[in-house]
């Protein structure tokens, strides 16, 4: 596993795309909805470090309560992996609890699945797997 990228829960992307692009010194490369979290994310990289924003478009989204409960900060690490199902079967043999049962499809091309926090030391992780041509999401 490589740490693919680093999720960061904002507010506002007219202020934190601008804020970013100074830091990274990297312009934002994708903005896409991903529907099922009620989230847009924005994209950058940075040599092989990538950095994801993240704004929810829903009151009630994942990411609004987030921000609310804690602030705007680290949301997420994600770490890409080769066989997103071998490694979700491994983690819940291991004991670890899964927010979701089987893939779902997430932001930028990648099958997705996240780590409760409560058995990670608090961190919410992410796990991805880049999608091939003509796999299904």
Known sequence: MRVEHIGIAVKNFSVSIPLFTKILNSECYKVENVESEKVKTAFFQ???TKVELLESFD?????????EKKGEGIHHIA????NLEEEMARLKKE???L??????KGADNKLICFVH???TNGVLIELCQQVVENQQL
């Open 99 to 104: 927010l979701n049962e089987s893939p779902k």
């Open 117 to 119: 926090p409560k058995e």
């Open 46 to 48: 940075n040599g092989e």
């Open 95 to 97: 004991g670890f609890i």
């Open 79 to 82: 770490f890409e992996v080769k």
């Open 59 to 67: 009151e009630n989204g994942v990411i609004a309560k987030f921000i």
